[in-house]
């Protein structure tokens, strides 16, 4: 079983930077695939960023270049470095884990456990 806890997430203006924060337990965290989703309101959720056990990461295309994640196996954290933050990213950021650590997939059935979301909201 892993849990995982969101955090980092606040009011930023456009063109800001911030940082997500997903903290798991359990002494396994290095072997998981690792992702971020998003949902804003009114919308489904949507997949933002992957990386798999081996540190390989891929991007939806809405972030590409703007956003980068990545891992600190020693901290059994996943992080979600997000620049040039634009209105339109808005949105409650859930991360998940998958026992498939090989994947990068962008579809959330493959994810195995969330956290609770944090709340980013960009303003024009």
């Known amino acids: 079983q892993v849990q995982l806890v969101d955090s980092g997430g606040r009011l930023v203006q456009a063109g800001g930077s911030l940082r997500l924060s997903c903290a798991a337990s359990?002494?396994?965290?290095?072997?998981?695939?690792m992702g971020w989703f998003r949902q804003a309101p009114g919308k489904e959720r949507e997949f933002v960023a992957a990386?798999?056990?081996?540190?390989?990461?891929y991007y939806a295309d809405a972030v590409k270049g703007r956003f980068t994640i990545s891992r600190d196996n020693a901290k059994n954290t996943v992080y979600l470095q997000m620049n040039s933050l634009k209105p339109e990213d808005t949105a409650v950021y859930y991360c998940?884990?998958?026992?498939?650590?090989?994947?990068?997939?962008?579809?959330?059935?493959?994810?195995?456990?969330w956290g609770q979301g944090t709340q980013v909201t960009v303003s024009s």
């Open positions: 998940a884990a998958s026992v498939e650590g090989a994947t990068m997939s962008s579809r959330q059935e493959v994810y195995d456990y």
């Open positions: 990386i798999n056990w081996k540190g390989t990461t």
């Open positions: 359990g002494r396994t965290f290095n072997s998981y695939a």
